[in-house]
């Protein structure tokens, strides 16, 4: 079945750092890959998507792109903030699993000052 | 703020016992998802309703039952609680069913 894969947590940073959270996949077909946040106490918001190979998906300063030949969809940011302290979810959907969303275990990402 | 609203927030009772979880969407979303988070299980889908109808079942368990109502609004019973049940429990709503989905803030359930 569709599975996703991301690195173990915690990542700590110090502000500024450069950030990079792998996430890989293993689904049939052309599933759309996403990016999810969930800051400590609050639900779940949508990050950034990409629907297709090599679309590249950004957001504050976030970015991922789909990588059909590595099976992967890794999380970049060039410059991160305190404020980006947060737990990270890769996930994917495909249209013949009616866009349910299957889910990486979760990064958490904690940044210091 | 999504725009998606979930009832009660918090909710803590015992082991053999029922609760339901409720789930408002957005304004003019007619499909409901919902999600199990839990420490062991990570984060789950359960089951999708579309437009009042079942659309698709995950990870569900026998115990777990939903429903979407004509309002659209959508309800989760758990029954028979076990310890293991104890989780966060989201719901997702989206226009259609390959539209972005759009979470609510969570229901934390404990079983004690």
């Known amino acids: 079945g569709d599975s996703v894969t991301q690195m173990e947590g915690p990542v700590t940073l110090s502000e500024e750092a450069f950030l990079t959270i792998n996430c890989t996949y293993t689904a049939t077909g052309y599933p759309s890959l996403f990016w999810y946040v969930q800051y400590p106490g609050e639900g779940l918001q949508l990050l950034l998507k990409a629907t297709k190979a090599d679309d590249k998906g950004s957001n504050k300063g976030f970015e991922a792109t789909y990588r059909k030949e590595t099976t992967s969809f890794h999380l970049e940011k060039g410059s991160v903030q305190v404020s980006d302290s947060a737990v990270y979810f890769c996930a994917l959907s495909r249209v013949d699993s009616n866009y349910q969303l299957i889910w990486g275990a979760g990064t958490k990402l904690i940044i210091k000052p | 703020d999504s725009g998606v609203t979930q009832t009660p927030k918090h909710l803590i009772t015992a082991t053999g016992q029922r609760v339901t979880l409720r789930c408002s969407p957005r304004s003019g979303d007619l499909s409901v998802y919902w999600y199990q988070q839990s420490l062991d299980q990570g984060l789950q889908f359960l089951i999708q309703y579309y437009n009042g109808e079942e659309r698709a079942k995950g990870n569900i368990l026998e115990r777990f039952s939903a429903q979407q109502f004509p309002d659209l609004h959508s309800e989760l019973n758990l029954s028979s609680l076990e310890l293991g049940d104890s989780a966060l429990y989201f719901c997702?709503?989206?226009?259609?069913?390959?539209?972005?989905?759009?979470f609510g803030p969570g229901t934390r359930l404990t079983v004690l």
């Open positions: 997702a709503t989206s226009q259609g069913i390959h539209n972005e989905q759009f």
